[in-house]
């Protein structure tokens, strides 16, 4: 059986353009800083995929760039389906309406269609088990109750394609743990996952590939216990 | 998933989406998303809300009414009160042309978002917002000077074309300030100006010599004066060469068209400028 892809990069490079200024030179200086060098993967459906790499790496560079919102200085991104990126946990919620409202004003400018979205509000309500709160005005919430919701949120939708930039972080150590069985039947209903992560534990349990960046370089690809362990050697 | 299909390159973020219904349909609501999250920013934390979005424009304009002739007392009014709602449409616009390129994510930051849909959203904020800015000058005229309802309304009309060509035309300019941020305070300075420069507080009858020259070349006072003119059935630019008038509004529609058009790529250039 042919597995379709989902993205293919080809020779990605990524440079920010950063302004310098000087007692000397008011009117600023450009600079280019390279985030990203000649980066070249696939990822197809159904596969997980880890970024691995120390801060700095590029993770969350490729992670912006293949969501769309970051242009390269070189090479080509192709995409197929609806992409989405969950970085932080905020998917545009606005403070001073309810979660409840937020919700319902979000569903269905990320797709849920009008008939689903109060199915998709009791399911989003049962995961994160908010109750009362789910009425209360979203910028009395804590950051980890905003994390659950933004979370919740992200993974009740059917993107294609979902990039987590290190939001597993967020709450307490059950939701923590519901949040990582949330994120299987995310991933066993839709399509691929790709996950900049520290977790090892969690990359080595839901990716079987992963990607070591270093320096905005690709160092390894391949196996994740295998990528796991190249990561370790470099953090040594 | 056929239905979306992205290619990314240093040239563009190039959207293949087939426009089913749903497809359709979602775009709609983010356009309506657009618009709402900015009316309802501007007045979220006000008890009256939206009704400051009309009181504000009004009061601005009745504080200068009481300034310019129960103080000078040798003013028209009327002509005051379309000149300092057009002006006021003039440098609303102005500065929501230079400063619309902060923020190409619509309110939705886990989606990219269609340059379409900013573009759509960007134009109903416009309108709606001149309707906003117009609707209490508009009333004051039907009630207060007994202007006939359609000739009253047209100002809503006049300053809205106007605030669209003014915005698109300002968006030429915003890589460039984003570039140099202190051209912002030329532009608020240049803006401060216009509105004693330009026949706000007078009428372009009233200008001669440099002054009359440099107004010719106003655009702003092609705007003001047409509603003025609608009004007393006498356009003050009468005199002027048609050619001019012709040339100037052509450039600014043209070049408004530009500025719209270039969104897409300003936005794609600017999403690696720190």
Redesign the interface.
Known sequence: MVV?KLLDIRHLD?????LKSSRFNP?AKKELIMALNDIDFQAHRGENIAILGRNGAGKSTLLK?I??????????????????????T???F?S?ITGRENIK?LA????V?ESEINDFIKNLEEFTQLGESLDRNFKGYSSGMKGKIGFGF?TGLS??LLLIDETLGVGDLEFRAKAQIRLKEFIKRSGSVLISTHSLGLASEICTRGILLDKGKIIFQGDITECINKYKEIIK | MEHFIREINPEECKETMIRNKENVSRERALIRYQIWSNVRNRSKNDRLGKIWLIVNPLVTSLIYVFVFTVIRANMNTMNLIIGITIYGVFSVSVRSGVSSIKDYRGGIYAERISTKVLVLGMLGNRIINTQFQTIGAAIVLIFIFDIDVLTSLSLILISTIFGIIVEGFMLNFAKLIRNIPDLNNIIQHTIQLLFYASPVLYSFDQTNGLHRLFNSYNPIMYFIEFHRGLINERFAFGEINQIILLIIISFLIIMSIRGYKTIDRVRWELSTWS
């Open positions: 379709e990524v440079s920010y353009r950063e009117l760039c969501a769309g919102f970051l242009r390269p200085s070189n090479g080509t991104i192709t995409t197929k389906g609806r992409i989405m990126l969950l970085a932080g905020n998917p545009g606005q001073d004003l269905p400018l990320y797709g269609k992200m993107p294609d």
